[in-house]
């Protein structure tokens, strides 16, 4: 089992910036990924970003240019910069561990972005 507990978000302007972070404990494999998906009302979830242990990373191309991920492996936490905020990227934000285990989920916490 892995347990990821998420902190961050909040509500915020167009334009600005809001940081995520994410902790996973538990049964930690050395290779993982780790990374943020997000939901909005009435839309499926979507990568939003996402990191592996090795250092490769992948971004959703709509926060291309905007977001930034990152991760501390020793603390097995993962970091989403968010950046030039728009209305569009309003959602529920989920962290998302994926290793040899299997794939587990954050709580979900909620961004708003106001124009």
């Known amino acids: 089992q892995v347990q990821l507990v998420e902190s961050g978000g909040g509500s915020v302007q167009a334009g600005g910036s809001l940081r995520f972070s994410c902790a996973a404990s538990?049964?930690?494999?050395?290779?993982?990924?780790m990374g943020w998906y997000r939901q909005a009302p009435g839309k499926q979830r979507e990568l939003v970003a996402v990191?592996?242990?090795?250092?490769?990373?992948k971004y959703a191309d709509s926060v291309k240019g905007r977001f930034t991920i990152s991760r501390d492996n020793a603390k097995n936490t993962v970091y989403l910069q968010m950046n030039s905020l728009k209305p569009e990227d309003t959602a529920v934000y989920y962290c998302?561990?994926?290793?040899?285990?299997?794939?587990?989920w954050g709580q979900g916490t909620p961004v708003t972005v106001s124009s």
């Open positions: 990191a592996s242990s090795g250092g490769t990373t």
């Open positions: 998302n561990y994926f290793g040899s285990g299997g794939s587990y």
């Open positions: 538990g049964s930690i494999f050395s290779i993982n990924a």
